[in-house]
C-alpha cells in the first residue's frame, strides 16, 4: 500500500468499535515508523522495498517503541493543543490527553502487526515470518483493489461511528 493513509482505515473502525481502550493516534505514529525503511529504500533506488520492519519481529520492536515514544509524544503534543485552545469559545475543540498504557499498547501492536499482515497481502517481497521461512503464504490473498476498497470501507464506516459517538457524548472529540 502506499504508506499510511489506506493503513488508517482499519485502525479507524478498531477505534469505533473499542473507544477508549485503542489510541488511533499512537496507531497511525506505529504506521509511519514502520514505513521509514521503504521510504528510504525507494529514495535509495533498491530493488526490494520491504525488509526486517516488515516482518512479524520487527513489527514487535517497532511496537515496542511506539508504545513508549507514540504515547510521550501524543500526551505532549495533546497538552499544548489543549493550552492553545483555552478560550470560551475554542474549550469544545480541546481533547483528552491522556493516553492510557492498555489504549497506547493497543494502538502499538495492531498498528505494526497489521501493517505487515496487510502489505503481506500486496507486496511479493514481504517476508512476514522471516528469519524462519521466506514464504508468503498471505500474497495475493485478495486483489489490490478489493484491498484498498476494504482498507478504504473500513476507514469510512470508523469515522463515521466515532462523529456520532462523538456528537452523542456532546461534541466530545475522542481521537486519542
Not at 95 to 109: D, E, K, M, Q, R
Request: hydrophobic content about 50%.
Amino acid at each position: 500500500m502506499p504508506f499510511t493513509p489506506f493503513h488508517m482505515g482499519p485502525g479507524a473502525a478498531i477505534k469505533a468499535i473499542t473507544g477508549g481502550y485503542f489510541s488511533l493516534t499512537v496507531f497511525g505514529f506505529a504506521q509511519i515508523i514502520i514505513d521509514i525503511e521503504p521510504l528510504i529504500r525507494i529514495l535509495r533506488h533498491d530493488s526490494v522495498l520491504h525488509g526486517v520492519t516488515h516482518t512479524y519481529i520487527g513489527a514487535f520492536i517497532i511496537g515496542l517503541f511506539s508504545l513508549f515514544a507514540g504515547k510521550a509524544l501524543f500526551q505532549c503534543l495533546f497538552r499544548g493543543w489543549n493550552a492553545l485552545l483555552n478560550y470560551k469559545y475554542l474549550r469544545w475543540l480541546q481533547v483528552n490527553s491522556n493516553i492510557s498504557w492498555l489504549a497506547s499498547a493497543t494502538g502499538a501492536f495492531i498498528g505494526t502487526f497489521s501493517h505487515v499482515f496487510l502489505d503481506s497481502i500486496m507486496h511479493s517481497d514481504v517476508q512476514p515470518f522471516f528469519p524462519f521461512t521466506l514464504h508468503n503464504g498471505m500474497l495475493h490473498f485478495m486483489s489490490d483493489g478489493w484491498l484498498y476498497l476494504l482498507c478504504g470501507i473500513l476507514g469510512i464506516f470508523g469515522l463515521m461511528v466515532i462523529r456520532v459517538v462523538g456528537l452523542w457524548n456532546k461534541w466530545a472529540i475522542e481521537i486519542n
